[in-house]
C-alpha cells in the first residue's frame, strides 16, 4: 500500500455484536457493502470505535479478514494494532497483516505514559519489527500523552511510518506539523470537526466516525476540501458539526452504535465497560438523525432501549 491511498476519507468502522456478545459477522458485512457503495477512500477496522480494548486478538483478525475480504483489494484496509506493550502490538500486527491488513494504526502507549523518546523508540522497534506502514495515531484526551510533531518529523523520516492519524485538537501544533512534514506523509484528522481546517493547512483527510452514518456524505465532503472547494464544504459544515455533537453525546462509540441501531443497520450492543446511552441522549440522537434524514420514515424501534452485554 502506498501511502498516497491514504487520503480522503477513512471510515473507523464500529463492530457490531450479536445479543450472546459475539461478533455479528452479518451486519459487519452489511455496513462494509454501505462504505463501499458509499466511495469510502479506506477502511480502519478494529481501532477506538470497534472497541478494540474489548475485543481478543483472535476476535480483532476475525474482523479484520472480513473486512478484507470484503474490501477484495477496491480500497486499502488500515488496521488498528495499538497498545501499551510493544511486543504484544508486534504480535497482534503480525496476525492483522495475515488476515489482510494493507496497513496498520498504532496509537500512542497509554497509561505508562513514555516520554518522547520512549514514544519514538516504540514506534521505531513496531516499524522495524513489522516493515509495513503504519499510521501513528496523536490522541491525548483518551492516552494522556501528547506526540509532539518533533517527534513525529523523526519517525516521518523511517521508510514504512506513511502518516498521522491527529486528534490533539491543537490547531497551532497540527499546523507546525504540516509545515513541516514531508512529501508523501498523510496528515490525516482524527476529529470529523476538524477535517476543513486540517486539510486547510496542508492535511489529507480523516479518519471518520460520523462516516459509519453517512458514508457518501462523509466522502464527499472530504474531497470538496480536498480539490479546495471550500466554499461547498462550508455549506456543509454546519450539517456535519450537528452530527458531530450527536456523535460524541457520550464516550464513542457509545453514541455511533445507537445511531447505526436507529438507522435499523446492527443490534445495540456494547461490551462492558462501555453502556447504553441515557434515554434523554439517545432522544437528542434521535431527532438529529431524523433532521439530517438518515432515519427511515417509520421510528426504528422507538421503545426498545440500549442492551449491554456482561
Not at 124 to 146: F, I, K
Not at 181 to 188: A, I, Q, T, V, Y
Not at 216 to 241: E, I, N, V, Y
Request: glycine share 10%.
Amino acid at each position: 500500500m502506498e501511502a498516497s491511498a491514504l487520503e480522503g476519507c477513512g471510515t473507523a468502522l464500529v463492530t457490531p455484536f450479536q445479543r450472546d456478545g459475539s461478533i455479528d459477522e452479518g451486519a459487519l458485512q452489511g455496513l462494509l457493502d454501505e462504505q463501499l457503495e458509499g466511495n469510502i477512500d479506506f477502511l480502519v477496522p478494529c481501532g477506538t470505535t470497534g472497541e478494540a480494548p474489548t475485543l481478543t486478538p483472535a476476535e480483532q483478525e476475525r474482523v479484520v479478514g472480513i473486512v478484507a475480504a470484503r474490501a477484495g483489494g477496491r480500497v486499502p484496509v488500515l488496521a488498528g494494532a495499538g497498545g501499551n506493550n510493544t511486543r504484544h502490538v508486534i504480535e497482534l500486527a503480525r496476525r492483522l497483516i495475515g488476515a489482510g491488513a494493507d496497513g496498520l494504526l498504532s496509537v500512542t502507549p497509554y497509561y505508562n505514559k513514555p516520554d518522547q523518546a520512549g514514544l519514538y523508540e516504540h514506534y521505531a522497534t513496531l516499524a522495524c519489527e513489522v516493515p509495513r506502514p503504519w499510521v501513528l495515531y496523536n490522541v491525548p484526551g483518551r492516552t494522556s500523552v501528547n506526540l509532539l510533531p518533533e517527534t513525529v518529523l523523526r519517525l516521518a523520516a523511517l521508510e514504512n511510518i506513511v502518516g498521522i492519524k491527529e486528534a490533539s485538537g491543537d490547531m497551532v501544533q497540527i499546523e507546525r506539523l504540516a509545515a513541516r512534514m514531508p512529501d508523501g506523509f498523510r496528515l490525516l484528522s482524527g476529529d470529523d470537526a476538524m477535517v476543513l481546517p486540517l486539510i486547510a493547512v496542508g492535511g489529507h483527510g480523516v479518519i471518520s466516525v460520523v462516516a459509519n452514518l453517512a458514508p457518501k456524505w462523509m466522502a464527499t465532503f472530504t474531497r470538496a476540501c480536498l480539490d479546495g472547494d471550500f466554499a461547498t464544504a462550508r455549506q456543509s459544515q454546519p450539517r456535519l458539526l450537528e452530527l458531530v455533537a450527536a456523535c460524541f453525546l457520550t464516550t464513542n462509540p457509545i453514541p455511533v452504535k445507537a445511531a447505526l441501531a436507529l438507522m435499523e443497520r446492527i443490534e445495540p450492543i456494547y461490551r462492558l465497560p462501555l453502556t447504553p446511552m441515557a434515554e434523554d441522549q439517545r432522544q437528542r440522537l434521535r431527532r438529529t438523525l431524523a433532521d439530517a434524514g438518515l432515519l427511515a420514515a417509520r421510528p426504528a424501534h422507538p421503545s426498545q432501549p440500549d442492551v449491554e452485554r456482561r
